[in-house]
């Protein structure tokens, strides 16, 4: 997955993640959301087949790519669990 960092300051940052969808960002913003530290997280997605822009601002002295990195961070750590619970062959 590739990440371009549209825009970042202290409190905001807008990022363009590259080949992704509704499915990965619907579930990333839900997560990130789940952060107390969070004002702000949304994604955009301009055309069909465009790359998704996130928009996450923070409050306090939270950065939002630590955010989007503990996001991340809880979904790999779910995931995980869940493939732990499948049976293998």
Do not use: W
């Amino acid at each position: 997955m590739n990440i371009k960092i549209l825009e970042l300051g202290k409190n905001k940052a807008r990022l363009e993640i590259q080949g992704e969808g509704h499915t990965f960002m619907n579930v990333l913003t839900e997560e990130i959301l789940k952060d107390p530290g969070v004002d702000v997280a949304r994604y955009l997605i301009k055309f069909q087949f465009s790359d998704p822009e996130l928009l996450v601002t923070t409050r306090g002295n939270r950065d939002p790519l630590d955010v989007v990195k503990d996001a991340c961070g809880r979904l790999e750590k779910s995931c995980n669990e869940l493939l732990d619970q499948i049976p293998a062959d």
